[in-house]
Each structure stands twice: as structure tokens, then as C-alpha cells.
């Protein structure tokens, strides 16, 4: 695999100022995309919009991924990114059905190993593992270390066929990857509705928070389950809206250590995001703000 070249905002590092990069505050691991949608093609991935989201908070953002160079540096809100080239951009299709979303990869950048993680990243205070093509390792230790490491399983609970159709894989073994993190933030979809595969992940993982759409979320911490239903609002696009909050979840996670205030707050930031379209649904400061008064 080529060694990974530093951008920040599209602009490439040279190799030997990798050792040097700027601190940051919250690492996000994974490929960004390029969704397929009636507006044509638009990027996103969840490194894009939890990027999106912390520097929307305040925080200085590193970004790992792989992608070609067919991705604009606005997906990444600012952050310092180190990317590993790739012929072509991970490529998804989504449509919104009756009987849930269905999805095709027509295209996927390299995988990413923990090598591709410059040393000077490797302890960050927050650290976001988001596959959503099976694009990091599922196996082995980790050489991470983060105050809070959080995940959002649901690019290794996927499979796709010939044609690039998309499928729940949850059964895959993530016993190695469970043991090294803090916190889950997965969907109901990702475990293929398995009531069974539910009480699993909570047993296995400290805090796991199962997000249902518009039925908000289900939090599991501590041998207790509790529920969060997200404000009415006019939904206009349901993209990244568990993006976004696992992004809040794992910050205000790692800010508060309270598992419900976490939810609460998260969860009225992804209600904000399904208003607008794509990473335009990204809150801004001041909704932040508004957000952090209503349920404190």
C-alpha cells in the first residue's frame, strides 16, 4: 500500500511533515465518500460529517482516509487530513423505501491499517473508528490510545454482492475490536433486526447506544436501558443523522461522562440534521448552543 500523503484543506503535506502535524482533539478513521443522489454526486461518510460536527464544537479535527483526489476539501470542514491515494473515491447509492434503506457500494477506496495512522495521532484524546466499507481492521490490538474510543460499527456489519447491493453481515466476530473501545453507536438495520444480536452487543460493550430512525434511540449503560425520542421536526433527508450523533454522543461522552445527558444532547442534533440535505445538515454553532440549553 503507498504511504499516505498529508492534505489540509486539499493542500498536500510533504512526506517528512507527517512526524510534525498540528495536535488535534478528535480523530475520525475511515473512508470518505461520494453518494450518488438525484443532485448528482455529493460527498459524505461518516469521517465527513462527524469531521463536520466537532469543528462545529470547537474542536481541532484530524481526519484518516483514503479516497482519489475527486473529493472536495469542503467535506472536510477544516480538519487536518492524512489520506492514503486511491484510484477511486468509496462510492455509495441510497434509496429511502417503505421497508427501509437500500443500499449499493459501486465503488471503495483502499482499506486503511493502523499504520496509516501518523505516530503523532496515535494518542488523541478522542478517537472515532467509522468503517462503512469494512475498510479497517476487525482483528488484532489497536496501537491507539484516547481518553474515549468510540466506534461506529456499521461499515464492518456489511456486505455486498456482484452488483454492489448492500447487506447486514451482523454475525461477523468484533470480539477484538468490542475490547478496545468505550462506546458503540450502531443501527437498528446493522443487525439486521436480530432482537438476540441487541442483548448481545450490550452485554459486550460498555455503552452502546442502537439508533431506530425516527424512533430516536435506545441507550444501553451499566445493566440498564433507556429511551430518546427526538423533537418533531420536518425531516428532508435522513443521511448521516447517525453521523452526527455519534459525533455528539462520543464528545459530550467524553465532556460529561454521563451516558443519558450525552443521548439527550446527541439526539436533538441529528433531529436538526434531517431538516436539510446532505452535510448542509451539519448543526451550526448557534443550534448547537440552543441544543446544549434545552437539556441542560
Known amino acids: 500500500m503507498p504511504r499516505p500523503a498529508a492534505l489540509t484543506c486539499g493542500y498536500n503535506y510533504p512526506m517528512n511533515a507527517l512526524s510534525a502535524l498540528p495536535p488535534i482533539d478528535y480523530l475520525v478513521i475511515g473512508h470518505v465518500t461520494q453518494d450518488r443522489t438525484p443532485r448528482g454526486l455529493e460527498p459524505g461518510g461518516t469521517v465527513a460529517y462527524a469531521a463536520g460536527l466537532a469543528a462545529a464544537l470547537g474542536l481541532r479535527v484530524g481526519v484518516v482516509t483514503s479516497c482519489a483526489e475527486d473529493v472536495p476539501p469542503q467535506a472536510f470542514f477544516g480538519a487536518q487530513v492524512v489520506r492514503v491515494p486511491a484510484p477511486e473515491t468509496t462510492e455509495f447509492e441510497n434509496h429511502e423505501t417503505a421497508d427501509g434503506r437500500r443500499q449499493w457500494l459501486h465503488r471503495r477506496a483502499r482499506p486503511l491499517g493502523w499504520d496509516d495512522v501518523p505516530p503523532a495521532w496515535r494518542r488523541t484524546r478522542l478517537i472515532h473508528l467509522a468503517p462503512v466499507a469494512d475498510e479497517l481492521p476487525r482483528a488484532g490490538t489497536m496501537p491507539l490510545r484516547g481518553e474515549l474510543i468510540g466506534a461506529t460499527p456499521q461499515g464492518w456489519l456489511r ?62 449503560w451499566n445493566g440498564d436501558v433507556r429511551y430518546f425520542r427526538p423533537p418533531s421536526v420536518s425531516a428532508v433527508d435522513p443521511t448521516g443523522a447517525g453521523d452526527i450523533f455519534a459525533a455528539a454522543f462520543f464528545i459530550r461522552l467524553h465532556l460529561t461522562r454521563d451516558p443519558w445527558e450525552a443521548a439527550r444532547f446527541a439526539t436533538r442534533l441529528a433531529a436538526i440534521s434531517v431538516t436539510r440535505q446532505g452535510l448542509r445538515g451539519v448543526p451550526a454553532p448557534e443550534e448547537i448552543r440552543r441544543s446544549l440549553v434545552e437539556v441542560l
Do not use: H, K, N
Open 159 to 220: 456486505v455486498w454482492d456482484e452488483e454492489g447491493r448492500v447487506r447486514p453481515a451482523p454475525q461477523r466476530d468484533l470480539t477484538a475490536v468490542l475490547s478496545q473501545i468505550d462506546a458503540a453507536v450502531l443501527s437498528y438495520d446493522d443487525l439486521g433486526g436480530d432482537e438476540r444480536l441487541v442483548d448481545d452487543w450490550a452485554l459486550r460493550c460498555r455503552v452502546l447506544a442502537l439508533t431506530e430512525g425516527a424512533e430516536g434511540v435506545r441507550l444501553y
